[in-house]
């Protein structure tokens, strides 16, 4: 059996430090700043954001690190440790159908904060990542992010909470109209106002936000991340699909969100089988987030297990964004002591959660690993999901 692969996050400020170094290999003089935005995962409430919906995410310790420096002309370069090629343009040519690829997510931010009323000058920009690409952990959110505080810096604002906001948004407007992913704001919001120790209760439909004591090591578990390794991407249409059947619904109940139905049967009932089972899902799922804060709030982690488990059903069976290697995680996790699982993200691959008792987390990332080479597949990545801090400046 292959050996079990760990992904570590790194330690901040030796990574900060790191990147220090590479800008000034690259560029010939040291930054002006390193910034660090986090992935995230979603403890429940997935594709429910775009709904007006509740979500309760949490930021990883696995984070994107970008060191920024102002230059004396209208240039904007991006080079990316995980990269060969380096993006180049000038500030007034960047937007959509001009950049593409992941440049897309850095420079996007530029041209959305610009057309926000930002006065950015021309920079250089090097960026470098912890958060595995594709593993539905956020890392377009957490590039986005990095950049966005990193430009930030180049002005005179304050960054505060109003500030952050605001920022979500043109991170939101960058990932959409200019790298092609229409997302409905989770990632960058927890991103940007993620806490330690604790989850982030978001309302989509108002943007309020509330912070949810969450540690589980304190009670001696885990919660462990299994990147499936399947191929997972948000512009490729599936995710595009299920959002454009979302608002078809809304727009046949009459109501802007999902959210805003009030005779949640009469809705359901009116709607045609292609259609019924994704609202179903939107708000079952909204019911599964209320649920888990109270279960966080009463620690009992035996009911929370089992809305993981309620989550996953729902998204495989109404939603149909899970697939066969999230099954068989979800599935081997169970039959190895994790009080539940689920597919988190937006599916169609990238990775799994499973609440484990911190003694059974070796047996349980040795059977998915068994699993996985019974099948024939490439090996999955393991992470432990602590739940971290968000966005902030490192030097």
């Known amino acids: ?93 960047l937007g959509p159908g001009t950049v593409t690829g992941w440049a897309s997510y850095a420079a996007g931010v530029v041209w959305a904060m610009r057309e926000a009323g930002w006065a950015l000058p021309g920079m250089d920009l090097v960026v470098d990542s912890r958060v595995p690409v ?18 930030a810096s180049l002005t005179d604002e304050d960054v505060d909470d109003e500030v952050r906001s605001g920022l ?39 943007w309020s936000r509330r912070q949810v004591a969450w540690d589980p090591a304190a009670v001696d578990l885990t919660l462990l991340v299994v990147d499936t390794r399947a191929s997972h991407t ?6 595009g699909s299920r959002r454009a059947d979302c608002e078809r619904a809304a727009d046949l109940l009459g109501v802007a969100l999902l959210r805003d139905v009030v005779d949640q049967a009469e809705a359901l009932a009116s709607l045609d089988d292609r259609v019924r089972p994704r609202v179903r899902h939107v708000f079952t ?49 169970l039959a190895h002591g994790a009080l539940g699982a689920r ?13 484990v008792p911190t003694s059974a987390v070796e047996l349980v990332e040795t059977a998915v690993q068994a699993a996985y080479d019974d099948r024939g597949w490439d090996s999955p990545g393991f992470l432990t999901a602590l739940p971290s801090a968000g966005a902030r400046r490192l030097r």
């Open 343 to 355: 597919m988190t993200g937006g599916g169609f691959g990238g990775s799994a959660i499973a609440l």
């Open 285 to 333: 799922e909204i019911d599964r987030v209320r649920e888990c804060v109270a279960q966080l709030e009463a620690g009992d982690f035996e009911a929370l297990g089992r809305t993981f488990l309620a989550s996953h059903a729902s998204l495989r069976d109404d939603y149909e964004v899970s697939c066969e290697e999230l099954d068989v995680v979800v599935d081997t996790a």
């Open 234 to 239: 948000l512009s490729d249409g599936g995710y």
């Open 168 to 206: 979500v948004r043109a991170c939101m407007r960058a990932e959409s109209e200019v790298a092609g992913a229409p997302t409905g704001g989770l990632d960058q919001t927890v991103a940007l106002f993620g806490e330690a120790e604790s989850a982030l209760l978001l309302d989509c439909r108002d």
């Open 1 to 93: 059996m292959a050996r079990v692969d760990t992904l570590e996050p790194g330690d901040p400020g030796t990574l900060a430090d790191e990147l220090a170094r590479a800008f000034e290999q690259r560029h010939g003089r040291r930054p002006s700043g390193v910034f660090t935005a986090p992935g995230r995962v979603n403890l429940v409430g997935e594709h429910v954001d775009y709904n007006g919906g509740l979500c309760l995410p949490m930021a990883l310790p696995h984070a994107t690190y970008a060191a920024v420096a102002a230059r004396d002309d209208d240039t904007v370069t991006v080079r990316s440790g995980q990269r060969d090629n380096e993006f180049s343009g000038r500030l007034g040519e």
């Open 134 to 151: 594709g593993a539905g952990l956020s890392s377009s959110a957490a590039l986005e992010c990095a950049v966005a505080l990193a430009a």
